[in-house]
């Protein structure tokens, strides 16, 4: 079965652009969490998406979005781009979303906004 | 804000001792579960503790999980080179919030 795919993998642009980043969970699963890591914040949850519906949402501003596709692909977008939206961004897989359950992480997509 | 948060935040051992990380967290919880990351790389899942637990083995891990305390700890006996790595603890928000959150982490370095 193959692993939780994340495209790309390293990501630069420049401030006031957007970027959006993709997420292929592994298959079967039905629920992709997206994480934010910075060295000083450490993984920040964003939202988490089940069967097309956010189910959970981070403290983010609002230019942070995203959606599910039917296969259960997932994109985040980021609009605006902020240099402080330099990160990791890690998604994560499961069957279901709940707690009680492990996650899949993919290699995450490093985002440098100059 | 993090609901857990890990001690020590960087720990250095020969290979071949034990190392314990902690984990302390704020709010009462369903489960813990522990994960690793290899630099820049995505989180591994190791274990999974539930509430009603209070140790659990996997190979040369142990951990344990005092709800009174609100603190895990994580022990990996027997160190390698290859246990490099950041860990961290996930929670839950306990019933009905199935959003995980993840600690600070801890970096652990085997010296060989």
């Known amino acids: 079965k193959a692993g939780v795919t994340q495209t790309p993998r390293y990501l630069i642009k420049t401030r006031g652009q957007q970027v959006t980043l993709s997420c292929s969970p592994i298959?079967?699963?039905?629920?992709v969490s997206w994480y934010q890591q910075t060295p000083g914040q450490g993984l920040q949850f964003l939202f988490e998406?089940?069967?097309?519906?956010?189910?959970n949402k981070g403290n983010f501003p609002g230019r942070f979005s995203g959606r599910q596709f039917s296969n259960s692909r997932s994109e985040m977008n980021v609009s605006t781009l902020e240099l402080g939206d330099s990160a990791l961004y890690l998604c994560?897989?499961?069957?279901?979303?709940?707690?009680?359950?492990?996650?899949?992480f993919g290699s995450g997509t490093q985002l440098s906004v100059l | 804000s993090q609901q857990g948060e890990e001690d020590p935040q960087a720990l250095s051992i020969q290979e071949g001792e034990n190392a314990t990380m902690n984990c302390s967290y704020k709010?009462?919880?369903?489960?813990l579960q522990w994960y690793r990351q290899n630099s820049g790389r995505g989180l591994v899942h190791l274990i999974l503790?539930?509430?009603?637990?209070r140790e659990k083995h996997s190979g040369r891990l142990r951990v344990t999980l005092d709800t009174s305390k609100k603190s895990s700890s994580l022990l990996i006996t027997a160190s390698r080179a290859a246990d490099t790595a950041s860990y961290f603890c996930a929670t839950d928000a306990g019933f009905g919030n199935e959003k995980l959150t993840f600690g600070t982490g801890t970096r652990l370095t085997i010296i060989p």
């Open positions: 998406y089940f069967s097309e519906t956010q189910r």
């Open positions: 994560a897989s499961s069957l279901f979303g709940t707690a009680n359950e492990k996650l899949f």
């Open positions: 709010t009462s919880i369903n489960n």
């Open positions: 298959s079967g699963h039905r629920s």
């Open positions: 503790i539930r509430s009603n637990e």
